[in-house]
């Protein structure tokens, strides 16, 4: 199974999610892929992976954008997980600090708020040396694009030692041409194949 955790204010209607997802049913593959809508808490927001999947273990893979990359770096510490991180937020509890209060989705729906108490629950999420820390790099896929106008790209490359990498000149934090970069992804994550569909 190939699970996407999506960022801070996206949602599975998010254009990478969306053409992911469209890629596997064209493969017959719908069923291996799945994209939650998650909570503004990041401990609910791990609640709900582990309650929906239970199973999650070496078998599966992990793509994470933004903050999802995030989230999919403690899963994937957790429970062993290849991983794909789509410039990938490595201090989040940082770079969200000035962001409580309430906030519109992208992609539409109800307003959420994104409480103080939620920095502390990031803390807790980092790996335990803090960013760098991982165990295993083999299993890390890194896809950062230099004009990320978000997040710096050499810290996510700081913060992935030993990760395959691929490092994207110019583009933009929602990676515009993630078409290009698409099937590498996939085959990161075991997925290869003919599209059947249009």
């Known amino acids: 199974m190939i699970l996407y955790l999506h960022g801070f204010r996206s949602s599975p ?22 994209c939650p809508q998650l909570p503004a808490s990041p401990a609910g927001a791990m609640a709900l992976v582990h309650e929906q999947y239970p199973r999650l273990g070496e078998q599966d893979c992990l793509i994470g954008s933004s903050l999802g990359g995030f989230y999919a770096t403690h899963l994937a510490e957790r429970h062993g997980c290849r991983t794909v991180l789509l410039n990938p937020a490595t201090r989040p509890y940082e770079k969200l600090a000035d962001r409580v209060g309430t906030h519109e989705p992208w992609h539409g729906g109800e307003p959420f ?8 629950e990031l803390r807790a999420l980092e790996p335990a040396g803090g960013p760098g820390a991982i165990t295993r790099p083999e299993r890390y896929l890194l ?10 790209w050499r810290e996510m490359v700081a913060a992935y030692p030993g990760a395959q990498q691929r490092i994207i000149q110019g583009s933009d934090h929602g990676i ?12 990161f994550c075991g997925v290869t194949g003919t599209a059947t569909g249009p």
């Open 13 to 34: 209607q998010s254009t990478k999610a969306r053409m992911l997802a469209d890629r596997m049913a064209a493969l017959g593959r719908a069923h291996a892929y799945a």
């Open 176 to 187: 515009a041409d993630f078409a290009e970069h698409m099937d590498a992804v996939l085959a």
């Open 143 to 152: 896809v950062a694009a230099t004009g990320d106008e978000v997040l710096d």
């Open 113 to 120: 708020e994104f409480r103080a108490e939620y920095l502390d």
